[in-house]
């Protein structure tokens, strides 16, 4: 049976370093609007409210975004994968994406329910489950629209669906503010809205000018085996990422939370260029030639070198601009001056590692991403609930470093071994070929 490739993905443009550029700045925009969208929150929220109300924010965002990681953000990465890694027809691959989303978000909601009363329990349901359904549902589907057009090579047109969301909620926020009615419902009402907004009108941009169906199918039993791989793979990323912040209120109380939470947001601006230049080159990991050595080690350096050279540079820009927090956001948060500091390191760490992870995706090698992630996920959970209770915030720092220097040290380790795996295969191919030619008898 004939394949079946897109015309659009049959034209795909070269991915030269100009337009790799090009995307970078696009993923860039997206990161500076992530940025200013959290700290327009930040400050909203942390001047008028307080830091007991911004550290039990910071705690439910940052569980929610985990359980999206578990639901969409899985889902998308499957979709990515079946178009172009595997040329597979788009349609078939959206409608399958679809059931899966809705089943993922589903009981990612339901586990969310489960553990708000554990984990929050001075913050009101009603906030939560707003906060939830937002992520859930309205970010959910906006990704995988997403999605959908950077896999067909339309980077940026996948970078305005994700702007448009993030625009009307800081916009929307500021509104709240010149009102004067701040507060963490008016808030959480206001994300719910919009990103269901935002999700219908993805979806009928999917229908109406991309002409596809949006009904779901059943999916393919790899479709659901690489999609769990994803998605505890994502899953272990976000408690790496966001463990110390979702136990902070826990372990120590809201206010310290709060301040650590404006830390570590204060880092996360830092850190932005490193991720949207991960985010721009993702697709370009996807890419594989079977025949070629070192393929994926050499592309992974080059860009690590780049992430390198800025962590460094942007690292001691954050030690040396950590007193302007204060002036900001006002004496409240003169404790936040120290936790930046520390946590500074993190831009350099995240320069080493996010390439080299990526680096595995050209091999499919889910497997061994589960791996790295899940090691670094285990030992910022354990270190963060062993270190927290004596050290406060410096052990949620201390923890939060250590797991990324596991996550730097193992992706670069079994990224390594998988290359050297593929090019001793490779070898002996070449060797086998030239053995059949050499013994072929002379006509």
């Not at 979806?203 to 999609?227: I, K, N, T």
């Not at 800025?310 to 900001?328: E, R, W």
Request: glycine share 10%; hydrophobic share 55%; charged share 15%.
């Amino acid at each position: 049976m004939a394949l079946i490739v897109p015309k659009r993905l049959g034209r795909q443009r070269p991915t030269g370093g100009r337009r790799l550029a090009g995307d970078t700045l696009w993923a860039s925009a997206v990161e500076g609007v992530t940025m200013t969208s959290g700290l327009v929150v930040m400050y909203v929220i942390s001047t008028r409210l307080g830091p007991e109300a911004y550290g039990f924010f910071v705690g439910a965002q940052a569980l929610v975004a985990t359980l999206g990681m578990v639901s969409y953000a899985a889902v998308a990465q499957l979709l990515m994968q079946g178009i172009v890694r595997d040329r597979r027809p788009p349609q078939q691959v959206l409608s399958a994406c679809l059931t899966l989303l809705a089943a993922a978000a589903a009981a990612a909601f339901a586990v969310g329910l489960a553990l708000q009363p554990l984990l929050f329990p001075g913050l009101a349901l009603q906030v939560f489950v707003l906060l939830a359904v937002a992520e859930l549902v309205g970010a959910g589907v906006v990704s995988l629209g997403a999605a959908y057009l950077q896999a067909m090579d339309r980077y940026r047109h996948s970078v305005l669906v994700r702007l448009v969301l993030l625009v009307l909620r800081t916009s929307t926020v500021v509104v709240l503010v010149t009102g004067g009615q701040v507060s963490l419902i008016a808030v959480a009402w206001t994300y719910c809205v919009l990103g269901l907004l935002a999700a219908g009108t993805v979806l009928g941009q999917l229908m109406w000018r991309e002409r596809l169906s949006l009904r779901p199918a059943v999916p393919r039993r790899r479709d659901v085996g690489d999609g769990a791989s994803f998605a505890g793979a994502l899953l272990a990323f976000s408690v790496h990422e966001d463990v110390d912040k979702i136990l902070m209120v826990r372990l120590t109380d809201p206010a310290t939370a709060g301040l650590y939470g404006a830390a570590y947001r204060a880092v996360q601006v830092a850190a932005a260029p490193i991720k949207a230049l991960v985010t721009a080159s993702h697709r370009r990991f996807l890419q594989h030639d079977d025949d070629r050595k070192g393929e994926h080690v050499r592309r992974s350096f080059r860009f690590t070198l780049l992430g390198t050279a800025y962590g460094l540079t942007a690292g001691l820009i954050v030690v040396m601009a950590a007193p302007l927090l204060p002036l900001v956001l006002g004496e409240d948060y003169e404790g936040s001056v120290d936790m930046v500091r520390v946590l500074a390191a993190l831009v350099v760490l995240r320069g080493l590692g996010g390439f080299a992870f990526n680096g595995l995706l050209g091999f499919g090698a889910h497997g061994h991403r589960l791996v790295v992630i899940t090691g670094a996920a285990t030992t910022a959970a354990v270190l963060t609930v062993v270190l927290v209770p004596h050290l406060s915030w410096l052990g949620g720092a201390l923890a939060t470093l250590m797991a990324e220097a596991v996550f730097v040290l193992g992706s670069w380790a079994h990224l390594v071994r998988r290359q050297h795996r593929h090019d001793s295969a490779v070898t002996e191919a070449d060797s086998a070929d030239g053995s059949v030619l050499h013994d072929e008898p002379a006509r």
